[in-house]
């Protein structure tokens, strides 16, 4: 019944959107509104947070409605991997996070790793481009794509930040506690396995 929710919440979000978008009649626009507000509900149910609290957060995904993007760098130490512990689950990730209005997925991965960790690196390559829906994360509201950057270490000391409370590299096979919203064990595993063939193709979906 949750992703039957969630279904429903994207379509009705959506074609108000567009609704809002394209309609010059008065009362269609008056129509997407209420469907606007229909999907707000959903949303709130979903959440179990006030529908004020959920228009809020949703107030600036105006116009045609797009995925949003979530980069992810794997920087490496060595034959271990940079991970930062989110201090919203106490759980451990890849930094990252979303990409910002005129700023370039690789720009970004750079610059949430010297914002999470203290580190500095370089992005060299795109390992891949997963639709966050068909893989094993918790659930969001948003639709979300995740990119993930291979990256080389290039100086930094490691810093925590207000959304991490540590830094540290990780072996393979001695990976923390991993924050799911964020990263899956597959995603880092496939990291690795990037970083040992870098002649590997992106990967997608």
Do not use: N
């Not at 959440?47 to 760098?73: I, Q």
């Not at 005129?102 to 795109?126: I, N």
């Not at 639709?131 to 925590?160: M, N, Q, W």
């Amino acid at each position: 019944m949750r992703d039957e929710l969630l279904d429903w919440f994207r379509r009705l979000r959506a074609i108000s959107q567009y609704g809002l978008e394209y309609s010059k009649d008065p009362y269609d626009l008056q129509r997407f509104r209420q469907i606007g507000a229909l999907s707000t509900e959903i949303a709130a149910r979903l959440t179990v947070r006030p529908a004020g609290d959920v228009e809020a957060a949703l107030a600036l995904e105006t116009g045609p409605p797009t995925p949003k993007l979530d980069v992810r760098a794997a920087v490496f130490k060595g034959d271990r991997i940079l991970m930062v512990r989110e201090t919203s689950d106490g759980r451990w990730a890849l930094p990252g996070g979303w990409v910002d209005v005129g700023e370039s997925p690789s720009s970004a991965a750079e610059r949430e790793v010297k914002e999470e960790s203290g580190f500095d690196c370089r992005a060299t390559k795109l390992i891949a481009i997963v639709d966050r829906d068909k893989h094993a994360h918790s659930t969001t509201l948003l639709h979300v794509y995740k990119l993930f950057f291979l990256c080389d270490l290039i100086g930094g000391e490691p810093t925590t930040s207000l959304e991490t409370s540590a830094v540290g590299f990780f072996a393979r096979g001695a990976l923390p506690e991993l924050s799911f919203p964020r990263v899956l064990p597959e995603q880092v595993a496939r990291a690795f396995r990037h970083r040992e063939h870098p002649e590997l193709p992106t990967e997608f979906d």
